[in-house]
């Protein structure tokens, strides 16, 4: 079992920047390809950004591309997604998972709770 919690979210005005955290503990953190996916109210939940065990690769949705940063800090078991140039339409809840490399949300075997991410206009 990985236990994930996220933190960092709020409200943030557009054009504005907020750093969401990860922390995890249970099963050996580097075991996973750690992701960001977010549901907006009414919406199926997406893919942003994903990070190997290693920290060397990353992906992200074409929507984030250039805008959001994922990272992973080993020793610490936290991952992170920094985003930046903010949007009204990044408002949306944001989960941390551990899982296999991938995009899809049947990827992913663990889960976090979320984290609230508003951006008013």
């Known amino acids: 079992q990985v236990q994930l919690v996220e933190s960092g979210g709020g409200l943030v005005q557009a054009g504005g920047s907020l750093k969401l955290s990860c922390a995890a503990s249970?099963?050996?953190?580097?075991?996973?390809?750690m992701a960001w996916f977010r549901q907006a109210p009414g919406k199926e939940r997406e893919f942003v950004a994903i990070i190997s065990w290693s920290g060397t690769r990353t992906y992200y949705a074409t929507s984030v591309k250039g805008r959001f940063t994922i990272s992973r800090d080993n020793a610490k078991n936290a991952v992170y997604l920094q985003m930046n140039s903010l949007s009204p339409e990044d408002t949306a809840v944001y989960y941390c998972a551990a899982g296999n490399w991938g995009t899809g949300v049947h990827e992913y075997d663990y889960w976090g709770q979320g984290t609230q991410v508003t951006v008013s206009s």
């Open positions: 249970g099963r050996t953190f580097t075991n996973y390809a």
